[in-house]
Structures are given as C-alpha cells and as structure tokens.
C-alpha cells in the first residue's frame, strides 16, 4: 500500500505512474461530498465518482490495474479539510488487492 499525498484543497488534479500504468486523478467536492475524475493511460474511465471512506475509487474490477481508497477515521465522510490530516488516499496494487 502506498500513500498518494493530497493537500486540503476542495479541488484538486494530480497524475501519478504505478505499476506500468499512467492515473490521472481529480478530485472535487460537489454539493458536500467528495467526488472524483479519473483517467487511465490517458482514457477518461469515470467521471464524478462519489469517493466514499474504505470504498474503491474505482468501483469496476474490469477496470482495475490497481485501485486508490480514502482512509478516515471511525469511517467518516471524506471531506477536503481533513485530507492528510486524518484523512488519506492510499493505492494498492493488484498483488495487494488478489491478496486474501
């Protein structure tokens, strides 16, 4: 598992390489809640995705090479204010998600 740093901004993009593949990530809060953008090797694949504590960003396994969740404490919604503070984006490769 590795950390993907965020800084506590409501809007934010940032691109990253991992594991031979090229993430291109936005996220933005929409009407209080956090949401994100985000492209694969240069294809957009979802946009507005409602980011949920715990939960994979990228929902659709036919879509994983690796996938990205945001840790909170007690489960809370993420919120921007709280990112890097108690609030963390971490990725975990396939290795890590076939793992039991």
Do not use: H
Request: charged share 20%; hydrophobic share 45%.
């Amino acid at each position: 598992m590795q950390q993907v740093p965020l800084t506590p901004d409501p809007n934010q993009s940032f691109s990253l390489r991992l594991d031979d593949t090229r993430y291109e990530i936005r996220v933005k809060e929409a009407n209080g809640v956090m949401v994100a953008d985000v492209a694969i090797d240069g294809v957009l694949v979802l946009t507005a995705t409602r980011v949920l504590a715990g939960e994979p960003i990228i929902p659709y396994l036919y879509l994983q090479r690796g996938n990205f969740f945001l840790l909170t404490d007690a489960d809370n919604l993420p919120t921007w204010e709280e990112f890097n503070v108690s609030q963390s984006l971490v990725y975990m490769s396939p290795a890590e998600l076939a793992a039991p």
